[in-house]
């Protein structure tokens, strides 16, 4: 079983900036795909981007490639850099860990594990 603990969410207004973190209970780099969703109210969950577990690839959803970018801080941390936020941005986000295979990465049912979510809110 692996826990996962987002941080980072907070009030900020259009254009600016936010580092959402991840940190895992035990080791995710080579284990486990690392994956963002977001939440709005009244919408199903969206796919945000996704880290590979072997060479750090990743990949995003259209509407946030260019602003956002995940990386890996350490074993058991994954950062999501959003810039140039947008009130369309405001959701909770969640970071999840599982094994999908690379053309399903965006399917939130293949993920085992998942945090209780961040909030971010783009105030403009």
């Known amino acids: 079983q692996v826990s996962l603990e987002e941080s980072g969410g907070q009030l900020v207004q259009v254009g600016e900036s936010l580092r959402l973190s991840c940190v895992a209970s035990e080791r995710t780099a080579n284990s486990y795909v690392v994956a963002w969703f977001r939440e709005a109210p009244g919408k199903e969950r969206e796919f945000v981007g996704a880290?590979?577990?072997?060479?750090?690839?990743t990949t995003y959803a259209d509407s946030v490639k260019g602003r956002f970018t995940i990386s890996r801080g350490t074993p058991t941390t994954v950062y999501l850099q959003m810039n140039s936020l947008t009130p369309e941005d405001t959701a909770t986000y969640y970071c999840?860990?599982?094994?999908?295979?690379?053309?399903?990465?965006?399917?939130?049912?293949?993920?085992?594990?998942w945090g209780q979510g961040t909030q971010v809110t783009v105030s403009s």
């Open positions: 880290l590979r577990r072997n060479g750090g690839h």
């Open positions: 999840a860990a599982g094994r999908p295979i690379t053309g399903a990465m965006n399917n939130p049912s293949l993920y085992y594990y």
